[in-house]
Nanobody, 125 residues
Framework: QEQLVESGGGSVQAGGTLRLSCKFS????????VGWFRQAPGKEREFVAA????????FYGDFAKGRFTASRDNPRNMAYLQMNNLEPEDTGVYYC??????????????????WGQGTQVTVSS
């Protein structure tokens, strides 16, 4: 069975920093794209970032560019999302996920086949 578990969320003031972690349990983690999503109250789940298994190219939502950085450590089955200069608008539950395939798409929630439980991020003004 495959599982993803997020950690590292919390409460910070505007301008603060958090680093989220995602632990994968299962086989062939190094062959999978890892996606990050978030969901604010009353809103749809939103694409944040993705990193291909090669580690060569990352993709980010517009709001994340220049502030968030995705990385991964394949031998440890870990993925990370570094979030700098956080804003109140970043508040929400953050998830890591594995898409069905990179070629088929990864920026929509329905593109993903396995999800973590989510970790809460709260940013105060």
């Amino acid at each position: 069975q495959e599982q993803l578990v997020e950690s590292g969320g919390g409460s910070v003031q505007a301008g603060g920093t958090l680093r989220l972690s995602c632990k994968f349990s299962g086989r062939d983690f190094d062959a999978y794209t890892v996606g990050w999503f978030r969901q604010a109250p009353g809103k749809e789940r939103e694409f944040v970032a993705a990193m291909r298994w090669t580690g060569g190219i990352n993709f980010y939502g517009d709001f994340a560019k220049g502030r968030f950085t995705a990385s991964r450590d394949n031998p440890r089955n870990m993925a990370y999302l570094q979030m700098n200069n956080l804003e109140p608008e970043d508040t929400g539950v953050y998830y890591c996920a594995v898409p069905f395939s990179f070629a088929a798409g990864f920026e929509a929630a329905e593109d993903c086949r396995v999800w973590g439980q989510g970790t809460q991020v709260t940013v105060s003004s």
